[in-house]
């Protein structure tokens, strides 16, 4: 079945440091892909998504591209800020509807100033 | 911005008790689901809600699950005898109806202790 692989966390990082968190996927099919936050003590929220191959997704500094031939969707961001400390998974979703949202473990980020 | 919203926001139960977790999905969202964390690990899905019917389910959905809609905006999640490890967050999510391309828009959760 489909499955989400997520670098092991906890990464932990200086402010205005690059940050890398790696995620590829198995899917029967031509997956969306998601990258989702969680801040402490609040729900999930979506990050940025991308549907097709080559697309970047982008939100608030953060990028993702949607790689078809390595299978992946590593997300990175050039300058991390303390505020981005949260655990983020990585998810994909197949296109037919209603299809349920299949999660990676989870990375957790610090960051200290 | 439309919320999904989920009550109550924290429940505490005694084991063998039955809990309802209640949600109100985005009023145009078709798809339901229901997911849940165990503290410190993984999202897991549960179970998902098309046009008044289950359309996918979890293994850990057993026949102490269920889940209902039952007026037009409410979905339901009920426990019928509460485990010790069925304490965690749950999450309600809900997805529009071009469903392929969108991503799911989560509750806050509700967070189950069963003691």
């Known amino acids: ?19 890398t968190i790696n995620c590829t996927y198995t899917a029967t099919g031509y997956p969306s892909l998601f990258w989702y936050v969680q801040y402490p003590g609040e729900g ?4 940025l998504k991308a549907t097709k191959a080559d697309d970047k997704g982008s939100n608030k500094g953060f990028e993702a ?13 050039g300058s991390v800020q303390v505020s981005d400390s949260a655990v ?11 299809t ?11 960051v200290s100033s | 911005e439309p919320e999904v919203t989920q009550t109550p926001s924290h429940q505490v139960t005694q084991m063998g008790q039955e809990v309802i977790l209640r949600c109100v999905p985005i009023s145009n969202h078709l798809y339901f689901y229901w997911y849940r964390q165990i503290l410190g690990q993984k999202v897991e899905f549960l179970v998902s809600f098309y046009n008044n019917e289950i359309s996918e389910k979890s293994e850990i959905f057993d026949d102490q699950f269920s889940v209902e809609r039952p007026d037009g905006s409410n979905f339901t999640l009920k426990i019928r005898s ?15 109806p071009r469903t ?10 509700t967070r189950l202790t069963v003691v």
């Open chain 1, 1 to 19: 079945g489909d499955s989400v692989t997520q670098m092991e966390g906890p990464v932990t990082l200086s402010e205005e440091a690059f940050l």
């Open chain 1, 44 to 47: 999930l929220q979506l990050l």
């Open chain 1, 65 to 77: 591209t949607y790689r078809k031939e390595t299978t992946s969707f590593h997300l990175e961001k």
């Open chain 1, 88 to 98: 983020y998974f990585c998810a994909l979703s197949e296109k037919q509807a209603g």
């Open chain 1, 100 to 110: 349920a949202l299949i999660f990676g473990k989870g990375t957790t980020l610090s």
């Open chain 2, 82 to 96: 509460t485990k010790l490890e069925d304490s965690a967050m749950y999450f309600c999510a809900s997805r529009p």
């Open chain 2, 100 to 109: 392929a391309l969108y991503g799911y828009t989560f509750g806050s959760g």
